[in-house]
């Protein structure tokens, strides 16, 4: 099946640098992709949408300059945080819409990779 | 803005007992997807739900949309150890797969 590969699955990294996260489609394209972040004992909050060859949209609250979003590919998408402070640390999980999949033909087109966990220290 | 509330929080149930997870929308849904996660781990996709009324099953778990798409739940036949983790509902209301998700329901298997 699909499948979407976040990388790192863990980052610890010092506060006031910067943190990039690559979301994957292995066996797919994907136009767009979606970034959440999930902080403890928490549900899943959407933080932007990626679109290959155009700007990302961030939902409300969301800081652009803080959450850097780059989609040059049809296969990657980018999350940069950018001079991370320790509220920043939390679960970051993408999505992928599979290109190729119609709705409701069995399947899904959406796919989740498996998160990266960020600390910020 | 869009509400998903989710219920109950959190379940304990004995092994081979039934159970079921509920999912409301204060809006009409696009469609509705069931995902399973392990704490801090990825999402596992479980079903996805589109037409009013639809209903599907795989292996031990029936999930079900209710004809005005407000609402879905989630069963579990004869639970298993196997079936625990945190069951999240994830709301798309305009066809776009950007997803607002139910705070999730933690579900316990004892023996």
């Known amino acids: 099946g699909a499948v979407v590969s976040q990388h790192p699955s863990r980052v610890i990294c010092k506060s006031g640098t910067s943190v990039k996260i690559e979301c994957r489609s292995l066996?797919?394209?994907?136009?767009?992709m979606f970034w959440y972040r999930q902080f403890p004992k928490q549900s899943l909050m959407l933080m932007a949408t990626?679109?290959?060859?155009?700007?990302?949209?961030?939902e409300q609250g969301v800081e652009k300059d803080k959450f850097l979003i780059n989609h040059a590919s049809l296969t990657l998408s980018t999350l940069t945080v950018t001079s991370a402070h320790p509220e920043d640390s939390s679960f970051y999980i993408c999505?992928?819409?599979?290109?190729?999949?119609?709705?409701?033909?069995?399947?899904?087109?959406?796919?989740f990779g498996n998160g990266t966990r960020l600390t910020v220290t | 803005s869009q509400e998903l509330e989710q219920s109950p929080q959190s379940l304990i149930v004995q092994e081979g007992k039934n159970l079921t997870i509920n999912c409301t929308s204060s809006?009409?849904?696009?469609?509705l997807y069931w995902y399973k996660q392990k704490y801090g781990e990825g999402l596992i996709f479980l079903m996805m739900?589109?037409?009013?009324?639809e209903e599907k099953s795989h292996e031990k778990i029936t999930a079900k949309l209710d004809e005005k798409k407000q609402q879905s739940s989630l069963h579990i036949t004869a639970s298993q150890p196997s079936h625990a983790g945190i069951y999240l509902c994830?709301?798309?209301?305009?066809?776009?797969?950007?997803?607002?998700f139910g705070t999730g329901t933690r579900l316990t298997i004892i023996p």
């Open positions: 999505s992928a819409r599979d290109d190729g999949t119609f709705d409701g033909a069995g399947g899904t087109p959406l796919h």
């Open positions: 066996d797919f394209q994907a136009t767009t």
């Open positions: 739900l589109q037409k009013g009324g």
């Open positions: 994830g709301a798309d209301h305009f066809g776009n797969e950007k997803l607002t």
């Open positions: 809006k009409t849904l696009y469609g």
């Open positions: 990626s679109n290959e060859g155009s700007k990302a949209t961030y």
